[in-house]
């Protein structure tokens, strides 16, 4: 619907209908007309219009412009959250929220990623495989083999060595495509292939085949190097092929991927382990120095199978007790006397035995690890450990070349390995010490991502399903502020959603709902609705599964939300219904009256000012009847602002007075803070600046108390834009800057905003 995606783009760039209406030259009624639906599709130059008072990017004006043609169907494109209501949040929370994403790129400059692994450390060989990756003319090539067998190696290798070629960037990403809870799904990647290109967040639409035709759009006439590691098949990899004859892709699989070599006329590249020449080479590299013994380096290349990961763990085996290879080759023997060829698991306990007591704990315990990898902290709390001791142990296990540190503080480990690791831990852990060890693991994310939601959301109502205190060991991050909170589940995202499958699996209900939770408002910020869907379906399933009928009620009306944001309106709708059958079913008049809060934000992003209104005015007379004064806070601001955004700007006010006076009642500063800002801005668009001042300085004054820096930097430009308004530029200046500078240290992409204000040359 085109009168949605203009609402979303006119909220996101922060313009009232009257402020757009004034910059475009467009009547506001006409804005209106547009918004609610009665006018779907607008003549063309009421289009264009719109499109330079919005200021939009070159690909938005085209989708915008595309989608206001009659009789054409909509393109799947991003619509940016809209400051109205979402699930267990007020009608206005959502400017004072962070809106994440890729950070605003300088004019002029177009990134060059360079996302390859550090080059592989002593490779050899491999000669005639590094000539066929040389002489491939084809835009993909396919590098299939077994595990183990070097395909990663080899595709980082070539790609150092060709990378002069590519001068436009190298993108890389490992597909986990054989993992068994957390293969990367193709939105997912190029949501990072995009980011790494200068997109910003804001740009990136929800549905994949337009993320895939943005991606191609932004990589044609580049020389871009796109390497996609561990693929599970074509489907998987086809979406991530980049555009242009300069691009090269280099896929590797245990699978040979006909499919993609079929379609693609992808150049095959079969790789088998080395010839026992390449293999004596390569483990000679590894071994000690002065370690010598030709017929004994060849025993023991031909005890490993010749496989390259397990001639590394002989060789980092060999390094640290600097025994010869002859010892070596003995240690190897089968108890039957001969050497055991192509037993990786000889190999692997060999390496295992050397290990003390505390670096094989941490071995078997990492083998329930459910995601890619696993940072130091959380390696502390699966291990029930200090600090400063896991770390010692990891070193040893680094050493040993049984784990990887392939970033500062963060291991992984083979998948050999891995499988290995979680064959010991079942054999030599009990169940009681095996569920120790993943509650500890599961209550350290829980417990940080509910604490970095605190700090991403302040706003958002109480957890309904309260976290108990953390069992010993776990110890959670702190999370300080909103920089390290964005931070920390940037990284670990990956890692949570596994780990929230995971607790599904083991039957861990309440960790799985608890993290959903958590999880929210980052996946909502950065517009991963698809998993953010997935994991409220995990939370519905685990509230059945404990027979907890608030939390399955909790968990359909944040699908709703998510399916409302996604346009799948008849499912957003259907999951509502569920809602309030539950909660009627219960006689639960709270959960009733937060249903019909969520579902204003729904018929809202569907379009329906009207109904939105209807359904948050029903909320807060149901607030109102059970003396709830937090969230008849929260339903009385919504109907302000949706009233303020249907026109009906005096009406509003009222609405907007009760709201603050409630939330005073309730002690919810947070929702305080927010009204006052919002406040502001109603009498600013009532022409009256003067009196919109001091809304913003008292909001100012809570938001020091709150700490809040991203809603302190939003005031600061509010209260800018009056003082401007009421003639006082050089106050407005002092705002502005302030508050940029707070939004720049944040990586906040409203920054941008300001920048240009304090640059625009007609302000002193």
Excluded at 101 to 123: H, I, K, N
Excluded at 262 to 267: D, Q
Excluded at 436 to 459: G, I
Aim: aromatic share 6%; net charge negative.
């Amino acid at each position: 619907m085109f009168g949605g995606m203009l609402r979303g783009l006119r909220i996101r760039a922060m313009r009232t209908q009257e402020e757009l209406a004034a910059l475009s030259g467009v009547s506001e009624r006409q804005i209106r007309e547009i918004e609610s639906g009665r006018v779907p599709a607008p003549r063309a130059g009421t289009v264009r219009m719109l499109a330079d008072a919005l200021n939009l990017s070159p690909e938005d004006r085209a989708v915008f412009q595309l989608a206001a043609q009659p009789d054409t169907a909509q393109p799947d494109t991003a619509q940016p959250d809209t400051a109205q209501p979402d699930a267990g949040e007020s009608a206005a929370a959502q400017p004072g929220r962070r809106q994440s994403g890729a950070e605003q790129r300088e004019a002029g400059r177009r990134p060059v990623p360079e996302q390859l692994p550090s080059d592989v450390d002593g490779f050899t060989g491999r000669a005639e495989a590094l000539r066929v990756l040389d002489a491939a003319t084809s835009a993909v090539v396919a590098v299939s083999g077994p595990a183990g067998v070097g395909k990663t190696s080899l595709a980082v290798r070539w790609s150092h060595l060709a990378a002069p070629r590519f001068p436009d960037g190298r993108l890389y990403v490992d597909l986990r495509g054989f993992s068994r809870h957390d293969a990367m799904e193709p939105a997912e990647v190029i949501r990072g292939f995009l980011d790494a290109l200068g997109v910003p967040l804001d740009r990136v639409p929800s549905g994949l085949t337009a993320q895939v035709a943005l991606y191609r759009s932004h990589s044609a006439g580049r020389a871009l190097l796109v390497v996609l590691d561990n693929a599970r098949d074509a489907e998987q990899v086809l979406p991530l092929l980049p555009a242009g004859p300069a691009a090269r892709t280099i896929v590797t699989s245990r699978r040979r991927l006909t499919g993609l070599v079929a379609e693609t006329g992808a150049t095959a590249l079969a790789l088998d382990v080395p010839d026992l020449t390449e293999a004596v080479e390569l483990l000679g590299r590894r071994l000690a120095p002065g370690v010598e013994g030709g017929d004994a380096v060849a025993a023991i290349a031909a005890a490993c199978g010749r496989l390259p990961l397990a001639l590394a763990l002989v060789g980092a085996r060999a390094q640290l007790t600097g025994f010869p290879a002859e010892a070596i080759a003995r240690e190897l023997r089968n108890p039957r006397g001969r050497i055991a060829a192509l037993e990786i698991d000889v190999v692997f306990s060999w390496s295992y035995d050397a290990l003390s007591g505390d670096a094989a704990r941490l071995f078997r315990l990492l083998g329930l690890v459910a995601g890619a990898d696993i940072a130091l902290a959380a390696a502390a709390a699966l291990a029930g450990r200090a600090l400063p001791e896991v770390r010692r142990t990891l070193a040893e296990l680094t050493d040993a070349s049984m784990v990887v540190e392939h970033a500062p503080g963060r291991y992984r480990m083979h998948d050999l390995l891995h499988a290995y690791a979680a064959e010991l831990v079942r054999a030599e852990e009990s169940e009681a010490g095996r569920q120790a060890a993943l509650t500890r693991l599961l209550d350290h994310y829980t417990h940080t991502a509910y604490h970095a939601e605190l700090v991403l959301n302040p706003v958002r109502a109480p957890i309904p399903m309260a976290l108990g205190t953390p069992v010993d060991g776990a110890e959670p991050k702190p999370v300080l502020d909103l920089t390290a909170a964005v931070q920390w589940l940037k990284t670990e995202y990956a890692v949570l959603l596994a780990a929230l499958r995971q607790a599904e699996e083991e039957g861990m209900h309440r960790h799985a709902w608890q993290l959903s939770w958590a999880l929210d408002t980052f996946l909502n910020d950065e517009r991963r609705w698809h998993d953010e869907g997935a994991a409220w379906a995990v939370a519905l399933r685990a509230a059945t599964a404990m027979t907890d009928r608030p939390a399955a009620a909790h968990a359909h009306r944040f699908l709703s939300a998510v399916h409302g944001r996604l346009d799948r309106f008849e499912e957003a709708h259907a999951h509502m219904r569920e809602a309030l059958r539950l909660s009627l079913a219960a006689g639960d008049r709270a959960g009733e009256a937060e249903n019909r809060f969520v579902l204003s934000y729904v018929y809202w992003l569907q379009g329906d000012g009207e109904r939105a209104l209807d359904q948050a005015g029903r909320s807060l007379s149901l607030f109102t009847e059970i003396d709830d004064p937090y969230w008849a806070g929260k339903a009385a601001l919504a109907v302000g602002w949706y009233l303020s955004e249907l026109g009906s700007l005096q009406e509003a006010l009222p609405y907007h007075l009760q709201a603050l006076e409630l939330q005073q009642r309730a002690g919810d500063r947070p929702n305080e803070l927010v009204t006052l800002d919002t406040l502001g801005l109603l009498h600013q668009r009532l022409g009256d600046p003067m009196s919109a001042i001091p809304h913003f300085r008292r909001g100012l004054r809570l938001a020091g108390v709150t700490d809040n820096p991203a809603l302190r930097a939003q005031l600061l430009g509010h209260l800018g834009d009056a003082s401007e308004a009421v003639g006082d530029p050089e106050t407005a200046r002092e705002h502005w800057r302030e508050a940029y500078e707070i939004l720049r240290g944040l990586g906040h992409p409203h920054a941008a905003d300001l920048r240009r204000k304090l640059q625009t040359p007609d302000r002193p």
